[in-house]
């Protein structure tokens, strides 16, 4: 019985540990997507409009798309959905291969 539960300790801690990976990586990309469009978008404070979005983005999955999305469109540039949507998987495949390296 000792065992088994060792196991399931052993599971549960390299589970919480992907998970944290994961919210790691998450956010870690989309600061990085935050930057570009503070960029693009002309903030005086990038990090501050970074983590606005990531706030966002923490109390509502999508958030910081839809965010963006609507930043985008009410200065007037012309961004697609799918080009941020793009720009995210990219720079989550980016922050994932840099952690792991």
Not at 7 to 27: G, N, P
Not at 65 to 72: A, G, K, M, P, S
């Amino acid at each position: 019985m000792n065992a088994l539960k060792m196991r399931a300790d052993a599971s549960e801690f390299q589970f919480a540990r992907e998970r944290e990976l994961q919210f790691r990586i998450d956010a870690r990309s989309k600061m990085a997507l935050a930057l570009w469009a503070a960029e693009k978008l002309g903030h005086v404070d990038p990090a501050a409009y970074a983590n606005e979005l990531l706030t966002e983005d923490i109390i509502k999955r999508g958030g910081a798309v839809e965010r963006l999305v609507n930043d985008f469109a009410e200065a007037g540039i012309p961004v697609a959905t799918q080009e941020i949507q793009s720009r995210l998987a990219a720079t989550l495949r980016q922050v994932a291969a840099d952690m792991a390296a």
